[in-house]
């Protein structure tokens, strides 16, 4: 993972923050949709058990009046829940309670015999089993509990097909009646599977955007990063050829370009000038070994003159003047040696101070990135208010849907009053009915806006991951300038060695230039000695002494400065211009 190219980092480190929310997201949502439907069967089928019950109350009250028969009153009642028996023994499925497509009451005793069903009435089911499970025996032992849920596995209305079913139950005693209500899952999947397709298209979309806007920023960051760091790896072997960098970004990304792009100018010229600053000192260093050599043949023929005789004054005089005039040559080209060094100096001065401002503005363009860094913090902690702020709102729809179900329960027992009232309540009967489904629509819209409401959070949940990360890049950025930044200063380290010998060269320069003007001055006093007398000879035999010790110390000084010229030379080679 280390090794990886810094695009290759972010594609992945952004495919897997887009890619984890989203399947969470979608399974979070599927999960939450399906328990919700499920909990929103439980609720109707034990209201429409409840609501059954209050219709038991009322007939068990009249036959308690006497106004109707106990068996009259038990099959008013099946023909209520079910329908009118046929002549086959079988009982509609009425529409006119919400269970589903399949869903329908049936009523039992507490020894499993069904005294209520569509399809088998008077049948026991005490003994049949579902998964091992005597669903029959549970259902029995939950409605003497006070009323509870069984899942069982059970066929379909009119067919063989067995699919899951859930039962609520409630023992009524005053009949010994257990009346249960049952509706199968696959009846209310419609709306998770609906959900399902729709989270798989999203993510599918999310992902194919999300994917090419990867893609490109990916690019964006780093392709003049690695045209950047290549190029840094040609010039650290010595090869400054090529074309300049071209980066369209305008970030601080752009200017380090424009600035590694100067910087190689800046390598380029200072390398041609010091090829021509070795090339000239390596010249002017030939012609003073040459000149060197001629005075030495001068001295020592200046010598022999005086071991002569006085005599001979006239010829050492004129050898003298041809020795004048052969340091005076020799001065001038020491001078144009200090001249070249002297501009070899300034232009690699210049360099400098050039490699300097680029190492600024990284230092500058390191604290932009930090204070971006910053910024994205402060992003990061407003998104999370935003969080809580939905966590309310979250809270409200939580309460207006306990609102909703307790209006929903007060217009069921509205709904049970008015049946006891009679022909008198059905105008209030209408209007509990119409209450009631204003309620199951509030509890509806209360459910889709908490539904809403978590899927924001968990949305905002996901832009806090990725402003971390964003933090996270930030930082890797910040580090790739800083390791710019130490590039530049390794060759910054390296313009200033090479300041550093040209400025030797310099003064080595100046020092041979003095040494010249020293040995032409002992020549002008040797020819004004040779004018005099005979007793003179030997003050010019030693002034030729001296003479030969500083052609001596001169061919050491052009030695070196010829060592310096051939060194200038290797380091300006290394460079591919």
């Not at 050491?556 to 460079?575: I, V």
Request: proline letters at 2%; charged letters at 20%; hydrophobic letters at 40%.
């Amino acid at each position: 993972m280390l090794k990886l190219p810094i695009r290759v980092k972010l594609l992945l480190v952004c495919f897997l923050l887009l890619i984890i929310p989203l399947v969470s997201l979608g399974i979070v949502t599927y999960e939450v949709a399906d328990h919700e439907s499920t909990e929103l069967v439980k609720d109707s089928l034990r209201n429409n058990v409840r609501l059954a019950g209050t219709t038991l109350y009322a007939l068990d009250e009249m036959v308690q009046n006497g106004s109707m028969p106990l068996e009259e009153a038990q099959e008013t009642l099946r023909v209520k829940l079910l329908g009118e028996r046929g002549e086959d023994g079988t009982r509609p499925i009425t529409d006119r309670f919400d269970m589903g497509e399949h869903g329908y009451f049936f009523v039992l005793d507490a020894q499993g015999v069904l005294l209520g069903h569509p399809t088998r009435e008077g049948d026991s089911l005490w003994d049949e089993q579902s998964k091992g499970d005597y669903y029959i025996r549970n259902m029995v032992e939950a409605a003497q509990q006070g009323g509870g849920f069984v899942n069982y596995d059970f066929a379909l209305p009119g067919t063989d097909e067995l699919a899951t079913k859930v039962t609520y139950a409630e023992l009524y005693p005053e009949w010994g009646w257990i009346i249960a209500a049952g509706s199968y899952l696959q009846d209310f999947k419609g709306g998770q599977r609906n959900i399902l397709e729709a989270m798989l298209l999203t993510l599918g979309i999310c992902l194919a955007v999300g994917i090419v806007g990867l893609l490109l920023f990916a690019f964006h960051i780093s392709r003049p990063v690695m045209r950047m760091a290549q190029r840094a790896e040609r010039i650290a072997e010595g090869d400054l050829t090529g074309e300049p960098i071209k980066v369209k970004n305008r970030d601080e990304t752009g200017k380090l370009a424009q600035s590694f792009n100067h910087l190689i100018d800046n390598l380029r010229e200072l390398a041609g000038n010091q090829t021509l600053s070795a090339n000239a000192l390596a010249a002017a260093a030939g012609n003073l070994n040459h000149t060197i050599v001629e005075t030495k043949e001068a001295v020592n023929q200046t010598s022999a003159s005086i071991s002569e005789v006085a005599g001979n004054n006239q010829t050492q005089a004129t050898s003298l003047e041809e020795t004048s005039r052969a340091m005076e040559e020799m001065a001038g080209g020491i001078q144009r040696i200090a001249t070249t060094s002297s501009a070899a100096f300034e232009s690699s001065t210049v360099t400098l101070q050039e490699a300097e401002n680029g190492n600024t503005l990284i230092q500058r363009s390191s604290g932009q990135m930090t204070a971006v860094s910053e910024t994205v913090g402060t992003l990061s902690g407003v998104v999370r208010q935003l969080g809580e702020r939905s966590q309310q709102i979250g809270d409200i729809a939580g309460a207006i849907s306990d609102i909703s179900k307790q209006t929903n329960l007060l217009a069921l027992n509205a709904s049970i009053e008015a049946a006891r009232a009679g022909e008198h309540g059905k105008g209030f009967a209408v209007v509990a009915e119409e209450i009631r489904k204003l309620a199951v629509r509030a509890g509806t819209s209360s459910g889709q806006v908490a539904e809403l409401i978590e899927s924001i959070r968990g949305d905002i949940e996901d832009t806090v991951q990725s402003m971390h990360q964003g933090e996270r890049e930030v930082a890797e950025g910040v580090s790739s300038i800083r390791e710019t930044g130490e590039a530049f200063a390794r060759i910054l380290e390296a313009t200033r060695s090479v300041v550093g010998q040209v400025e030797e060269a310099s003064a080595a320069a100046e020092q041979m230039s003095a040494s010249a003007e020293q040995i032409s001055a002992s020549l002008q006093e040797m020819e004004r000695l040779s004018s005099g007398t005979a007793g003179a000879a030997q003050a010019v035999a030693s002034a030729a002494g001296e003479q030969r010790a500083a052609m001596e110390n001169i061919t050491d000084s052009a030695n070196s400065l010829t060592g310096m010229s051939d060194n200038m030379r290797e380091l300006a080679t290394r460079f591919k211009l």
